[in-house]
Structure formats: C-alpha cells, structure tokens
C-alpha cells in the first residue's frame, strides 16, 4: 500500500530514465542517508560505529570496486586485496611526504596510483578470459604482497615493517590516530562511501557502464557493435582498482590504524569477492548487502553461542563459523544465484503489485 | 644489472652443475607434487565443467583424516582405507548437497560453491583434528624414508628417497588414470560427460553416478598428494595457500587436460626453484611465491589456451 506508484507520471525522457523512478524510493534513500549521516553517528554506540559500520562501509567500497569489475565488466579478479594495498600505501607514503596537505586528498589521490597498478595487471584481460584471468590477478596479488614486504622504502624502513597512521587532523580535529573519535572517523568513511557509491551509480548508467555490460556479456559481439575492447576493459580495472584502493587507504588509516602486509593477503581477496558474489553480480545495492552479510554473519555467531547459554571456547566457535559461513555460501547460491540484490529485486516487486501475484 | 640478470645466472650453472642439478631436481619434486593437485583440477573440470577450488582443501582434509584416525589408535593401514571412504562419502556428500541442485548454473555461481565447501571443510577439519599442524605417518605406511647422496658433476647431489617414492606413485597414478580413463566403460562414460552433459544424459548416462565418481577419484588423487605433501613437510592447512599454485599449473598445460597438468607442473616447479635460486637473490628473494604466475602469464600471452587445451572457438 505505502509502496504503490499510482498517479506517479513521467512526462520526460529524463524522468524515465531516473535512477529512481519511484517516489517512494527516493523517500527511502533520504532516510537511509539521514539514518546514516545523523542518527547514527549521534545515537551510536563507539562499539558499533567503529567495530561495525567502519569496517562494513569499507568493505562495502571495496566490494563496490570489485563488482564494477566483475559484476559489470565480467572480469573475474582475485587480486582485490592487493590493490587494496597498493591504496593504503600509496597513501601512506604521500601523507608522510607531504604531510601538510590534507589526509582526505591523500586518501583519494592513492586511488589513482592503485589504478596505475590495476591497468597494468588488466593488461592481459585482453587476450586471456574467465578463469586464465584470475591467474593474471592472482599474479598481482602475490607479487604486490611480496613487494609490501621486501621493498622496505614503501614503509619508510621501520623496523616492524608495518605501516602506521599518523596524526591528521580535519578542521583542528584529529581523523587518525589514537585520539580521533570513532563519530568522526565514521562521518569521514561515510562521506567517502557515499560519494563514490553516487559517482559508480552515474557511472554504470551511462555510456561507460552500458559499454561494460555489453563486453561482459559477449565480448566479440560488443567489438563488432563499435565498442573497443582494450580501452573499455582497462577502464574497468582502472576504475575497479581505483575504489579498492581507497578503500585499502580508508581501512588502515581510519579503521585499523597500522596494518602489516598480512592484511592484504588472498584471504582478503576471497572474502571480497564473497561479498561481491553473495551480494549479486551487477548490483552496486547488493555490494552493500554483501558486505553486511559476510562481514556481519561472524559478529552475529559469536555473540550467539554466549546467548544461547552455551559455553564453547573461542577456537571451536571460529571453526564452526567457518563451517556456517561456507554452509551459508553454499545455501545461498541454491536458492538465489543471483544474491541478495535478487531477493531485494523480487521483494520490491512483490510489493509495487500486493495484493496480486503479478 | 643487466649482466647480473642475462649473463651472470648462466655463468654460475655452468660452474656448479652439482648445485644445477639439485636445484632442477628439487623443481621436479615440487613440480610432481603441484601436478597432483592440478590433476585432481583437471579431473573435476572434464567431467563437471566445476572449477573446483576446494581440491587444495581436500588434499589437507584426506591428509588430516589419515592423520587423525591413526591417532586416534587406528593402524595405519587401516587409516588409509577408512581416509578413502570418508573421501567417497564427501564426493557423495558434495554430488547431493551442492552439485545436483546447482546444475546448469553459470560457471562462476558453481566455482563459488566451491569456495563455501572450502570453508566448510576448513571448519570441518579444524573442528574434530585440531588446527596444529601433524606429522605425517610416513614410516608407518611404509613409505621409505631418509636421503640418496649421489657423487657427480664434481659434488655431491641428495635426493629424498620420499621424493623418488612420490615420483613413482604419481607416474603410477597418472598411467592408472589414463587407462581408467581410455580402457573401461566408467571412463568412457566420463569422457562422453566431459565433451557434452546433455548428449552424455540422452545416450543413458547418469551424471550424478558419473559426479560421484569424478569426485572420488579427485579425492584419491587428493589424498595421494596430501600423503606426498604431509611427508616432506608436515600436515597443515598452511598447505591451502601452497595449493593455489596448481592454479598456474593448470593454466599453463590447459584446464582439460591430464598431460598439460603433469609438464604444467614440472614446468613451475622447475622454473620456480631454478628462478628463487639463480635470480631470486637479485630482487632479494622470496619470489618463490610471484614467480609461477608469471611463468603462467607469460605463456598465457602467447596461447590464451593453455599449452595442451583444446583451442577456444568464440561465436556469436
């Protein structure tokens, strides 16, 4: 009843072709970003903005950036985490640099030099496909973990050999280090997540994305339509390793706080393509849901077993999360491949027609 | 430093071809072993079209299963036949809890569902043997053990009689499988369900029956490499990253094919050792981990296929 698009009229193109055509969809976003952008930060616990919603929105990025690629443009990378790296160190380096210039600059200049990286590794999409690929991108993330260990210029020599936020301050008040508040820290990712997700949301509904979506369903047949492949596909690993590699920077500089190399390891790639995959190929929503789901299932089993009254030490809770996790991943894609967008797609349907099937 | 990189690692082969010699058979050793594993790939992909990303997981499983039963106070032997019915029970497991209702899925969809099986049988496994890493039982499956010192080229060159038994088994695995494969009616089935699932289906095929057995067979090949593995280092789920490797592997000598998988297999190890030893230092080391995926990458540039793959025929 509440979601009905009745007396809602297009009278232009422009209209139509809205991203959100229904009104109540609109009302919905402001108020998801109003929860977001007010009620959180001031009704939030320091536990759940920081241990919960910074960590999820970062995922959310980096699952973003990897569904632009595989979602949309079909190129299936396993290299995520490593690009991630690429983000946060070139980060690292530029604010300790220069550190008089604003971190949030930083944080999304590093971007551009994790696409560098990533056009470089999508070099060979070209030629090679489907699972050839991921061996391309595997190779980007071995050889760039490697490089984050052996090459001790990237962590300015330290000793430990990791990579630590230093202080920086937005408006006099510090963003990073042990002082900064989690509200800030959180209004920060927000803003970044937010501008981003706004931007791959303009991005795939256009030209670009159109282009994408057509070499990833036949790549042959969008050559023969006018679409030139190399420039269309490293587009897509630029633009893919552009969002993972700020969300690398916005993980350690205002989640973690320090990170060593193990923090980009293939773990990590897998975890993100979980949630690309959980969450639904091509949908920029089910990134979100994704990272919500993966990141938040273990959270949840932990605090479960306490709950339930039932005393297991912390080992046998974490294998048998491992256990539902993959059971999970399993149950999923048999009763909905396509993700949780699918089953959001199908709810919203369900509710434009109640009370009618169809 | 272009010296360094073109001249200088030639130079010293020649000087020392005892230390040649061990590094190539090292590479082999590690090759054999990344060729098992790939094979298990290889097995799966042919009959099911499933990019089976737990084989790495299942070479830790059947490895930990043999491991922990024996602890557990069962004789070795024993141990072994009970490893293989767990095995049989998880490719049953696997036929009827993922396979059968994920049928005609898209690649990736099925690829996934490999990796939540990876996860399950992570937790699986650490849940009922414990996350510390095992000794293998070698001494007690009567596998020899100890080290061949041959004197040649002007130095003595070792080789583990562990390695030289794996080498035979693999060689007698990879000869058993091609007959399975060219002489019975199973294997006959199989490949008529590696060429077309639904021309396999109407000549009266049961892909189920066929899933079941492909599965077995990957976890005995599994096993098999989990036994080889445990032996020369120890049995741990560290063994998964090392898995990964058979990626390249597989991708150099073609997803389909059985003799791809044994030289893609040679061809990284060798070329990794030969790499980590004689350029390695240049970069300060450790490119061991790099290295084979870009061996694979660059044959990869010259045939998008694999090096025995059978050739990729795009239409519209």
Sequence with gaps: MLYRETGQFKTSYKADMAVFPIRQDRIGLAVILLLAFVATPLFGSAFLLSAVMIPLLVFALAALGLNLLTGYTGQLSLGTAGFMGVGAYACYKLTTFFPEVNLIVWILASGFFSAAVGVLFGLPSLRIKGFYLAVATLAAQFFLQWCFIRIPWLYNNNVSGAIEAPVRTLFGMPITGPHATPELRYLVVLSIVALLTWIASNLVHGRVGRSWMAVRDMDIAAELMGIRLLPTKLLAFAVSSFYCGVAGALMVFLWYGSAEPEVFSISQSFLILFMVIIGGLGSLIGSFFGAALIYGLPIVLKSLFPMLGLSVGAATIEHITFMVVGAMIIGFLIVEPHGLASIWRTIKQKLRVWPFPY | ?316
């Design chain 2, 1 to 316: 430093m272009l010296y360094n990189i073109f001249i200088d690692p030639f130079v010293q082969m020649a000087g020392a071809p005892d230390l040649l010699v061990q590094a190539l058979w090292d590479g082999l050793v590690s090759g054999v072993l990344y060729a098992l594993i790939a094979l298990g790939f290889v097995l799966i992909f042919k009959a099911s079209g499933v990019f089976n990303f737990a084989q790495g997981i299942m070479v830790v499983f059947a490895a930990l299963t043999l491991v922990g039963l024996y602890e557990k106070g069962v004789p070795a032997y024993v141990a072994l036949a009970l490893t293989l019915v767990v095995m049989f029970l998880l490719a049953v497991a696997v036929e009827r809890v993922v396979l059968r209702p994920l049928v005609n899925q898209p690649d990736i969809i099925l690829f996934m569902a490999t990796f939540g099986l990876t996860y399950f049988l992570i937790g699986f496994g650490e849940l009922v043997f414990g996350g510390n890493p095992k000794a293998m039982i070698t001494a007690q499956l009567g596998l020899p053990r100890g080290v061949i010192d041959v004197e040649m080229l002007g130095g003595r060159v070792s080789f583990q009689k562990i390695d030289i038994a794996a080498a035979v088994i693999a060689s007698i695995m990879v000869a058993a499988l091609a007959v399975f494969f060219q002489k019975t009616r199973i294997g006959r089935a199989l490949r008529a369900v590696a060429d077309s699932h639904k021309a396999a289906l109407s000549v009266g095929i049961s892909l189920n029956q066929i899933w079941v057995i492909v599965w077995f067979a990957a976890g005995v090949v599994a096993l098999a490499a989990g036994i080889m593995w445990g032996a020369r280092s120890e049995v741990s789920f560290a063994l998964e990253i090392v898995a990964l490797k058979a990626l390249p592997v597989l991708v150099l000598g073609g997803f389909t094919s059985v003799p791809g998988a044994i030289v893609g297999g040679l061809i990284i190890g060798v070329g990794e050792k030969l790499g980590e030893f004689y350029w390695g230092p240049l970069v300060g080391g450790g490119i061991e981990t790099w290295l084979a995926y870009f061996i694979a990458l660059a044959f990869l540039l010259f045939r998008p296929q694999g090096l025995f793959g059978e050739k990729i025929i795009e239409r519209i």
